[in-house]
C-alpha cells in the first residue's frame, strides 16, 4: 500500500467515526426528547385513570342509591366523590398550566390539548348529573384511546422524527458525498 491509500484509508476511518458518532448523538437526543413528551402527556393520562375509576364508582353508587336504606349515606358519599373529581381535576388542570405544549410533536399536542380541555370542563362541574357521569366517562375513553394508538405507532413516529431532523439530513448528504467521492478517487 502506498503512502496516498494510507491517508485516504485514515481519513475514511476518522471522517467515518466522527459522523457515526454524531449520528448516534442525534438518534438518542431525538429518542430521549421524545420519550420525555410522551412521558409528560402519560403523567397527565394516569391522573385521568384516577377519574374514571371516580366517575366508575359514582355510578355504581347511584345504581346502588335505589336501594332502601342506602339513600342518606350514598348522597353524602356522591358529594364527597364529586367534590374529590373536581379537585383532581383542579389539580390536573394547573399541571396542564405548567405544562409546555409547544415543544410536543403535533398528534402528541392535539392529545394533550384535548386532556386539558376535558379537565378544565370537569374541575368546573358544579352541578351533579347523571348523564354528566356517562358522558365524562365518554370522553375520558375517547381521550385514552386515541394516546393508546397513538403509543402503538409511537416507533413510526419517532423514526420519522428522526428522518425528518435537519442534522440528520445534513449527516446523511455529506456522507453521501464522501462515498461517492472515495468510489471516484
Do not use: C
Not at 35 to 60: F, T
Not at 155 to 164: A, D, G
Request: a neutral charge.
Amino acid at each position: 500500500m502506498d503512502f496516498y491509500n494510507s491517508m485516504l484509508n485514515i481519513l475514511i476511518g476518522v471522517v467515518s467515526g466522527i459522523f457515526s458518532g454524531i449520528i448516534v448523538s442525534q438518534v438518542f437526543l431525538i429518542a430521549t426528547d421524545f420519550k420525555e413528551q410522551r412521558n409528560r402527556v402519560a403523567e397527565r393520562d394516569g391522573m385521568l385513570s384516577w377519574i374514571a375509576g371516580a366517575l366508575y364508582s359514582l355510578s355504581i353508587l347511584i345504581e346502588d342509591k335505589k336501594q332502601p336504606n342506602n339513600e342518606y349515606i350514598n348522597n353524602y358519599i356522591i358529594n364527597k366523590l364529586i367534590d374529590n373529581v373536581t379537585l383532581k381535576a383542579s389539580d390536573i388542570e394547573k399541571s396542564f398550566e405548567k405544562m409546555i405544549f409547544a415543544d410536543l410533536e403535533p398528534e402528541l399536542h392535539d392529545i394533550a390539548v384535548k386532556m386539558n380541555d376535558f379537565t378544565v370542563e370537569l374541575a368546573n362541574w358544579k352541578r351533579f348529573e347523571k348523564t354528566k357521569i356517562n358522558e365524562y366517562s365518554l370522553q375520558i375513553n375517547k381521550i385514552k384511546k386515541e394516546l393508546d394508538i397513538y403509543n402503538e405507532k409511537s416507533k413510526r413516529t419517532l423514526f420519522k422524527l428522526i428522518i425528518k431532523d435537519r442534522i440528520m439530513k445534513a449527516i446523511a448528504i455529506v456522507v453521501f458525498v464522501i462515498i461517492a467521492l472515495t468510489v471516484i478517487a
